[in-house]
C-alpha cells in the first residue's frame, strides 16, 4: 500500500514552477523538517556544501534571495559592499511576504512575484545540489547552471576569497 504524497500550497506552486521551467528532478518529501543544511545533508547523505541554502535579505531595504553553499555563510558586509548597499537580514515576516514561504522551507522558485536573486559560485563546484522545495520537510535535485537559470539570478561569491 503505497502512502499518498502530502498536499501543501506552497510546495504546489513550487512544483509549478519547476514545471514551467522545465526542470525534471522531483521534489522529495522527508520524513522530518530539514531546517538547516546539516540536517537536510543529513538526511540526503550528501555533503552540507551541496545544501543551496535559500536565504532572504534586504539590500537597500528590497528583498533578495542569496542562494549558497550550506558549507559557509553569507558575509553580509562584504555582499553588501560587492552589491553595491546594505545588505541586512529580513524578519520572518519580510521573508514571507518576499516569498509566500517560510523559514526554513524557503525555495529559489515559486514566489508571488520574482525576488532578485543571487546564486553563489561554491554551488557550482557539485554535480548535484538539493534546494527546499516550499516546505522544511520538502527538497528537490538540481545544479548550479540550473538554479542560476530558473531564477534569472546572478552568480556570485557570497564570501570573500580564503574565508
Known amino acids: 500500500m503505497s502512502v499518498p504524497t502530502p498536499v501543501h500550497p506552497a510546495v504546489e506552486r513550487v512544483a509549478t514552477a519547476l514545471t514551467e521551467h522545465g526542470v525534471t528532478g522531483e521534489i522529495h518529501w522527508l520524513d522530518d523538517a530539514v531546517t538547516t543544511a546539516q540536517l537536510a545533508a543529513y538526511a540526503l547523505d550528501v555533503e552540507v556544501g551541496q545544501i ?5 535579505f534586504l539590500l537597500d531595504g528590497e528583498p533578495v534571495l542569496v542562494l549558497t553553499s550550506g558549507a559557509h555563510r553569507v558575509d553580509t558586509d562584504w555582499l553588501g559592499t560587492r552589491l553595491g548597499g546594505v545588505l541586512s537580514r529580513a524578519t520572518k515576516d519580510a521573508v514571507k511576504d518576499a516569498t509566500g514561504q517560510v523559514i526554513g522551507g524557503v525555495a529559489p522558485v515559486g514566489h508571488p512575484v520574482p525576488v532578485r536573486t543571487f546564486v553563489d559560485t561554491a554551488l557550482a563546484r557539485y554535480d548535484k545540489v538539493w ?33
Not at 543551496?52 to 532572504?56: E, K, T
Not at 530558473?150 to 576569497?161: D, K, L, N, R, Y
Open 131 to 163: 534546494a527546499a522545495a516550499g516546505h522544511a520537510k520538502t527538497v528537490f535535485p538540481t545544479t548550479f547552471d540550473e538554479l542560476v537559470r530558473i531564477t534569472a539570478g546572478t552568480a556570485t561569491p557570497v564570501e570573500p576569497a580564503g574565508v
Open 52 to 56: 543551496a541554502n535559500s536565504l532572504v
